[in-house]
Nanobody
Framework: QVQLVESGGGSVQAGGSLRLSCAFS??????VGWFRQAPGKEREGVAG????????VYADSVKGRFTISRDNNKNTVTLQMNSLKPEDTGIYYC??????????????????????WGQGTQVTVSS
C-alpha cells in the first residue's frame, strides 16, 4: 500500500510559478504521474516519470513550462510549474502504479495506468 500526499498548490497570476510536491509513504517501484482536473472536465495527464528518471513524458500543453523530478531518497516527486496560464487551473493529483511493467509513453498520461492516488491540491491561475 502506497499513500500519496500532494502539497504546494495555491493561487498565482498568469506568468507566475508554483512548485508541487508529492510525498509517498514508501517509494513506488515504478512510474509516478501528475494529473489535473478542471471543473467540469475529465482528469488529464500532465507528466510522468520512471523510477530512475530516465524516462519522462509531458503533455503537449505543458512542455517547456513544467518540469517533473523525483528524489527516491526523500520519497518525493516534484512538479515545477512556470509560465502558468489560466487554463492550468485545476486540482492536481499525483498517482503511482501498482505493478512494475513496461508501458509506452502514451500510458504515462492515462489515468487507467495508475492504482494509487493522492487527494489533490488546488492550483488557481488568474489572468
Amino acid at each position: 500500500q502506497v499513500q500519496l500526499v500532494e502539497s504546494g498548490g495555491g493561487s498565482v497570476q498568469a506568468g507566475g510559478s508554483l512548485r508541487l510536491s508529492c510525498a509517498f509513504s514508501s517509494s513506488p517501484d515504478d512510474v509516478v504521474g501528475w494529473f489535473r482536473q478542471a471543473p467540469g472536465k475529465e482528469r488529464e495527464g500532465v507528466a510522468g516519470i520512471t523510477l530512475t528518471g530516465r524516462r519522462i513524458v509531458y503533455a503537449d500543453s505543458v512542455k517547456g513550462r513544467f518540469t517533473i523530478s523525483r528524489d527516491n531518497n526523500k520519497n518525493t516527486v516534484t512538479l515545477q510549474m512556470n509560465s502558468l496560464k489560466p487554463e492550468d487551473t485545476g486540482i492536481y493529483y499525483c498517482a503511482a502504479r501498482l505493478l512494475r511493467t513496461y508501458i509506452d509513453d502514451a500510458a504515462f498520461l492515462r489515468t487507467s495506468t495508475y492504482y494509487y492516488w493522492g487527494q489533490g491540491t488546488q492550483v488557481t491561475v488568474s489572468s
